[in-house]
């Protein structure tokens, strides 16, 4: 996990915890107070330049993007420093838009409708309507039992988990609350992670990744009761989950800079691929169809922040252009269409 705590005090996250978050029908699970009265964890991203005001409000509902061609693949990079969200064409790299101050988490595009749902830096997830021409805000908020969405999927269903950092609890959001917005429609708390970072569902299964007390990076399947461990990793510092068309598991380490794939049930030895990259990477996510793995990753070196977005091939995860820099976190990232797992 990069060895960097969140710069927020701790009078901040009460005062905005105590003011946004909705109150959900299922109790949260975690103690989130107990948090508040230290440093908060160590984020699986960087925050060295975190904007303290939160919640920006859109400027805008619809907001368009430069002309694609028909076909063209659109990454979607959510930057935590600068609280935009960039799109990219991933055929040349360049920006074709991007949505201002909306942002500053997790991101998800439902493979099912092409819904975008962003993490915003406060405990609320904003959805919107997504085209190769644009974005359209549909005014639909979903409220978080507590925390911050770092992770965000959609299952089969239409229903929508996210992570609420910083703790153990993943919360759902069943179709009929996505389709109007709300508050957590059930929270559950993972007894065998102490932080969860990341989710990412395959039909209505949903797994999860995050730090154990024993300091280990930990990969579990969501369960009625809790969680069922799948895979505990000494030394990792994973920031990414993704699954391919196969249902391999595909996460990264960024100690050291690897790759590793996990075949189902996600129970055996990984194959193993590495990579370099001049940051640790804070992101990944296949194509539509599965040939490409799109990263960012964050520079804290020089004393000075900067971020990249950049291909893969997969199955053979060998570097690939374009790419394209930022000069600030750009910690997660979406590609639409997405691929159905």
């Known amino acids: 996990m990069l060895e960097l705590k969140r710069a927020v005090t701790a009078a901040t996250m009460v005062c905005l915890l105590a003011g946004c978050a909705g ?32 919640l920006r409000a859109p400027q805008q509902k619809f907001y368009p993007f430069k002309k694609t061609k028909p076909g063209s693949t659109l990454a979607f990079v959510n930057d935590e420093g600068t609280q935009d969200v960039y799109v990219l064409d991933t055929a040349t790299g360049d920006v074709v838009g991007t949505l201002n101050g909306v942002g500053g988490d997790g991101l998800a595009i439902s493979p099912y409708n092409g819904q975008l749902a962003i993490g915003t830096l406060g405990p609320t997830i904003s959805l919107w309507t997504v085209t190769t021409s644009g974005a359209t805000s549909t005014g639909i908020t979903l409220n978080l039992s507590s925390g911050f969405a770092n992770g965000i999927t959609y299952d089969s269903k239409g ?24 508050s957590a429609s059930r929270t559950y708390a993972l007894p065998d992670l102490q932080y969860v970072y990341n989710v990412i569902a395959s039909g209505t299964k949903v797994y999860a990744a995050g730090t154990a007390a024993s300091g280990n990076w930990d990969i579990a399947e969501l369960t009625k009761t809790g969680d069922k461990v799948l895979q505990s990793i000494s030394g990792g510092s994973e920031n990414g989950l993704a699954l391919d068309k196969k249902q391999n598991l595909i996460t990264n380490n960024n100690k050291p800079q690897e790759f590793e794939i996990f075949a189902k049930p996600y129970t055996g030895t990984p194959r193993i691929v590495q990579y370099q990259a001049a940051g640790p990477l804070s992101g990944i996510a296949l194509n539509s169809n599965g040939t490409q793995l799109w990263t ?42 997405a691929l159905k797992p």
């Open 296 to 337: 960012t990753s964050i520079n804290f070196g020089g004393g000075s922040l900067d971020g990249d977005a950049q291909p893969f091939s997969y199955p053979e995860l060998s570097e690939q252009t374009p790419s394209q820099t930022f000069g600030e976190e750009p910690i997660s990232i979406a590609l639409y269409p």
């Open 23 to 54: 109150t959900s029908q299922f109790a949260p699970a975690g103690n989130l107070n107990a948090q508040s009265t230290s440093a908060l964890p160590p984020s699986p991203r960087g925050l060295a330049n975190l904007n303290q005001t939160f």
């Open 159 to 182: 229903d929508l988990y996210a992570t609420d950092y910083p703790s153990s609890n993943i919360d759902e959001f069943d179709a009929a609350v996505v389709s109007k917005g709300g």
